[in-house]
């Protein structure tokens, strides 16, 4: 984002130092650059889940005299970077009628827009290229999403099922050992996962890492513990005014990627497609019209 400097840089570089508390703060205000110049230090403590106090004992743990050099160093970044899609987005924020359902609905459409537009940055779509890339080199995908993120996975496993066998859901424990077997040749699994993260997702791609395999991560921070394990990460924004994170952004990365791959072979994807739509036909697995209610 146009709005990250040094000092985003710096809370990235110095995450794992931090105490919790800390590393929950710093979080917040990694995933959400912009509301540091925008928002009062008391509003960004509450949306962090933290105390006040906590956001001066960060920026002193970075080495500023206090929160306010944090908040002037942000300023200076925006005023540099001009007001963009995200900015203009917060500051309608402050129009919305508050509590109204009018406002709320506003405000997450706002938002989604917003985190969409963010995908199109240059640097997550060059991220986007190489994870088509090394998923379209192997013979299988084996695609973890427990939880939340189960939905993302099992779409994105659907879509690639049209065009073929490639992609195996991980959804069985006992799988995946015998799946993530780099004795086996052209395997590589692509894990998505956001905070808080799934132990049995962190667990998919460390055995991935240990067995030696290309792993591909959909995930949501430049903290995220799947960083360091991934070969091609994307990250995708969660945030979200309602109590649940957004998962909007990572389904839109997995339908470009699905897109990416159905190009990468379009003469294949094509041919399975064509089996997959006389299959459906003779299933009739669609209704032709809408089936007349009976009267009486």
């Not at 008391?42 to 906590?54: D, F, H, S």
């Not at 496993?157 to 073929?164: K, P």
């Not at 055995?207 to 591909?216: D, I, P």
């Not at 990365?253 to 699905?258: A, I, K, N, P």
Request: hydrophobic share 45%; aromatic share 4%.
């Amino acid at each position: 984002m146009s709005q990250n400097g040094p000092l985003h840089q710096q809370l990235i570089d110095r995450f794992d130092e931090m105490s919790p508390q800390l590393q929950q703060a710093a979080r917040y205000l990694i995933e959400n650059p912009q509301e540091i110049a925008l928002r009062s230090m008391r509003e960004l403590a509450r949306n962090a889940g933290v105390q006040p106090a906590t956001m001066t004992r960060l920026a002193k743990f970075i080495e500023l005299s206090g929160y306010e050099d944090l908040r002037r160093e942000q300023a200076r970044l925006i005023r540099q970077g001009g007001e963009g899609f995200v900015h203009r987005a917060l500051e309608s924020d402050r129009n919305l009628v508050a509590g109204s359902p009018e406002g709320l609905a506003q405000e997450v459409l706002g938002g989604l827009a917003a985190q969409i537009e963010q995908l199109r940055q240059p640097q997550t779509i060059a991220r986007l290229t190489g994870a088509a890339d090394c998923l379209a080199g192997a013979r299988r995908i084996y695609v973890q999403g427990a939880r939340s993120c189960h939905s993302v996975a099992w779409q994105f496993h659907y879509v690639l099922s049209l065009m073929g066998e490639k992609t195996v859901l991980l959804e069985a424990p006992g799988a995946r050992g015998r799946c993530l077997d780099a004795r086996r040749g052209g395997r590589c699994p692509l894990v998505i996962a956001v905070s808080p993260y799934s132990r049995q997702s962190l667990d998919v791609a460390n055995l991935a890492r240990e067995r030696g395999l290309k792993l591909v991560a959909i995930t949501d921070s430049a903290v995220s513990p799947l960083l360091s394990l991934a070969d091609h990460a994307v990250l995708c924004p969660t945030a979200s005014p309602t109590f649940f994170h957004s998962l909007t952004p990572a389904m839109a990365v997995c339908e470009v990627l699905c897109g990416l791959l159905a190009k990468a072979d379009r003469g294949a994807a094509l041919e399975a497609l064509a089996k997959t739509d006389a299959q459906l036909r003779a299933l009739e697995a669609y209704a032709a019209a809408i089936p007349k209610r009976k009267i009486g």
